[in-house]
């Protein structure tokens, strides 16, 4: 069983993914439990401030240290060698998220996934109560949110026991560091375009390698990069 624990400032944006679909199913089955946390709880002010103006001045806000600190330490207690718990900030100066990532998180008992907002966080917090930043990817969303639920979801179907076909986790070509070649289904022929014969022949082995050949031409027009890490990875094996 697995156990995350998100912190945000939007708990309400996670009502019907953590309810839906893989996330929903691993949920039921007892592989996965999510719980979110408003971050506005541990305020002790009237207003219940999390934010505040940046130190040396600038555009925007950041979020104040005292109700984040609070969070993460009521749910994972203090940063330090016998904290069982991963404490994760996503946050756009993170590493960026890759499916190795994604293993060893799978991995792990306790995740506190920990939703960064307006321009960032006190930097103290990541000092006193992060473990590790993470980002999901080079482009500018407006908070952790939708990365957190990329987290879950991707962590989600790594359990054991939540996607019905357990080949289906480990196999796929992208999990070998690979893209997927193109997919069909009927009709055989739609607006006059036939799907390759080689699908239709029943011949499984000529039909793997057709895959394993389109999905190395794939990677090779499209992603170079993934193609040169699994040919090192390869050689590892
Ligand atoms: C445009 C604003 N930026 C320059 C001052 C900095 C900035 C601050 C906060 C940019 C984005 C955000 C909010 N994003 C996240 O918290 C975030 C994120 C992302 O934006 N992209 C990819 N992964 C992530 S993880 C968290």
Redesign the pocket.
């Known amino acids: 069983m697995l156990r995350i624990d998100v912190v945000t400032i939007f708990p309400e944006l996670f009502g019907a993914f953590l309810r839906t679909s893989i996330v929903g199913i691993g949920r039921e089955s007892g592989a996965l439990e999510v719980s979110t946390h408003d971050l506005r709880g541990f305020t002790t002010d009237r207003h219940r401030t999390v934010d505040d103006a940046p130190y040396g001045g600038g555009p925007g806000m950041v979020m104040k240290p005292e109700p984040l600190v609070e969070a993460i330490e009521a749910l994972a207690g203090p940063k330090g060698a016998q904290r069982t718990a991963r404490v994760l900030l996503?946050?756009?100066q993170?590493e960026t998220l890759d499916q190795a990532r994604v293993v060893q998180m799978a991995g792990q008992q306790h995740l506190v996934l920990v939703c960064?907002r307006y321009?960032?966080v006190d930097q103290r917090v990541i000092d006193l109560a992060v473990d590790e930043e993470?980002?999901?990817?080079d482009?500018?969303?407006?908070?952790?949110e939708v990365?957190a639920m990329a987290v879950i979801e991707a962590v989600a179907r790594l359990l054991p026991g939540v996607l019905g076909n357990p080949e289906s986790a480990g196999s796929d070509s992208f999990e070998q560091g690979l893209l997927e070649g193109p997919q069909y289904t009927r009709p055989a022929v739609f607006r006059g375009r036939a799907v390759p014969e080689v699908l239709l022949s029943g011949n499984h082995a000529a039909v793997a390698r057709w895959r394993a050949e389109q999905a190395r031409e794939t990677t090779r027009r499209r992603r170079p990069d993934l193609l040169r890490r699994a040919g090192r990875e390869g050689d590892e094996r």
């Open positions: 996503l946050s756009p993170g960064g321009e960032g993470i980002s999901i990817g482009y500018v969303l407006s908070g952790g990365p």
